[in-house]
């Protein structure tokens, strides 16, 4: 069946130009969550949303980041006057319910390089 | 947050059973221990899960000692395309569904 997919895969900026990402969750998936990964690091945790509800956006390193997900299905990830600090993975992910043994389903990233 | 901590690389001869190991002392009583992995280019997939048993799936196995400070995953055949980084995760509901990721490992299998 289909995954998570998240478009553009590639994006390449000039520092100061904004930015959109784009994620697909499965469908059905109540939870959406955005991480973000360096280069040779880990995924660190951007942001969360259950259905359309934006519970926990601690990880959002500015004001300059800002994600919405309208309908409670496809999220954007939004970067304002991008910095080339931003440049990085961009992984979304989704899972059926909140709080329980349910597994993350990631997408492919979206890769995004500040010039 | 629970952290774990895990070597950062390993190697492993095709066929071989690999063995992960994690440290997780701090790990509170109602904390998971996780396991995703993350092969070059692709997002992290989910391997395996567990509170305090033992656990098996088609994909691996995942045991936990008794005092839970600690756990292996292990790839009872490991195959060219188990080449990937390893994430152990401690999980912790209360996160709101968080998963906290660290260094990995990375596992290279060879011929």
């Known amino acids: 069946g289909a995954g998570v997919s998240q478009s553009p895969r590639y994006k390449v900026a000039k520092r100061g130009q904004d930015v959109a990402l784009r994620c697909d969750p499965i469908s059905g998936h109540v939870s959406l969550f955005w991480y973000q990964q360096a280069l040779g690091q880990g995924p660190e945790f951007l942001t969360y949303f259950q259905n359309e509800a934006q519970l926990d956006k601690s990880g959002l390193p500015s004001d300059r980041f800002f994600a919405e997900r309208p309908e409670g299905s496809v999220s954007t990830l939004k970067i304002q006057r991008t910095q080339q600090e931003d440049s990085a993975v961009y992984l979304c992910?989704?899972?059926?319910?909140?709080?329980?043994?349910?597994?993350?389903?990631f997408g492919p990233g979206t890769r995004l390089t500040v010039t | 947050d629970a952290k774990t901590t895990q070597p950062t690389s390993m190697d492993c001869a095709e066929g071989r059973a690999a063995n992960l190991p994690c440290n997780h002392s701090?790990?509170?009583?109602?904390?998971?221990v996780y396991w995703y992995r993350q092969i070059h280019s692709q997002g992290p997939q989910y391997i395996i899960h567990?509170?305090?048993n033992n656990e098996t799936n088609e994909m691996a196995s995942l045991i936990i000692t008794e005092d839970r400070k600690s756990s292996t995953l292990i790839l009872p055949h490991a195959t060219l395309r188990d080449t990937a980084v390893y994430y152990c995760?401690?999980?912790?509901?209360?996160?709101?569904?968080?998963?906290?990721f660290g260094q990995g490992t990375e596992l290279s299998v060879k011929p």
């Open positions: 701090t790990i509170s009583g109602n904390e998971y």
């Open positions: 567990g509170l305090k």
């Open positions: 992910a989704s899972s059926l319910r909140l709080g329980d043994s349910y597994e993350q389903y």
């Open positions: 995760i401690v999980y912790n509901y209360n996160q709101g569904g968080k998963l906290i």
